[in-house]
């Protein structure tokens, strides 16, 4: 397939047309905690799901993705699930990976791995809280850190350059339960993979700059303390 190849790292995609997806894979944990690489299965939480259609939605016909699939029964898995995912969608040749989630602690094996996508020009989007600790891997130097921002519309993002996020976006999913900072990220990962499936050879900074130029918001929402 040719076109911008997006990877996403989350629960597998289901219900989406195949020429829309490009290849797919599972990482889980084994009994014996071993990793085990096997076919993708069917997304059972429908958050990967729900997350795809949103990329898709500005990114299609020139986007496809590559379905990382770490979550099945819940929405926990390991840093070594997400670095081989990782791993997996850098040598399918994607260009930007979005990661709808966070963990807790740093791991050298995560790490590693998102120094390497950034070594090769590979644009890494996390999702990241919008108070509280920090997560991995939004945490690591060069990841485009991305959350919810309920100021935002549907086609609308914002510039927060905060401690906490670089962008917010959009929090809910139509229909669903589904809401929040991973839901925000998707939005501002869609936005990122419209521009580059427009501008072939865009470097990070040019997408952080477009990404600012087009933001509806600049800095955070400031509420009054009555």
Not at 9 to 38: H, M, Y
Not at 129 to 143: D, I, Q
Request: overall charge neutral; some cysteine.
């Amino acid at each position: 397939m040719s076109g911008l190849r997006v990877g996403l790292i989350d629960s597998g995609v289901s219900g989406l047309p195949t020429a829309f997806v490009a290849a797919s894979r599972s990482f889980q944990s084994g009994p014996d905690g071993k990793l085990v690489e096997k076919e993708a299965e069917d997304d059972r939480l429908g958050h990967g799901s729900a997350l795809a259609r949103i990329l898709l939605d500005k990114g299609a016909p020139a986007c496809t993705l590559l379905n990382a699939q770490v979550f099945s029964r819940q929405l926990s898995c390991s840093a070594r699930q997400v670095a081989a995912a990782l791993s997996w969608l850098l040598d399918q040749g994607v260009s930007l990976v979005n990661m709808s989630f966070g963990l807790r602690e740093d791991r050298p094996v995560l790490r590693e791995a998102c120094e390497r996508a950034q070594a090769m020009g590979v644009i890494l989007i996390a999702a990241a809280p919008a108070r509280g600790e920090p997560v991995f891997p939004a945490s690591y130097p060069g990841v485009t850190r991305a959350t919810g921002d309920a100021r935002c519309s549907i086609d609308e993002i914002s510039f927060l350059d905060t401690i906490q996020a670089d962008f917010g976006a959009y929090v809910r999913v139509a229909g669903s339960a589904i809401a929040g900072a991973s839901v925000g990220c998707a939005h501002v990962s869609a936005h990122a993979s419209h521009f580059l499936a427009s501008s072939p050879g865009a470097s990070g900074t040019q997408l952080r700059q477009w990404l600012v130029d087009r933001s509806s918001y600049h800095g955070p929402e400031r509420r009054l303390v009555q």
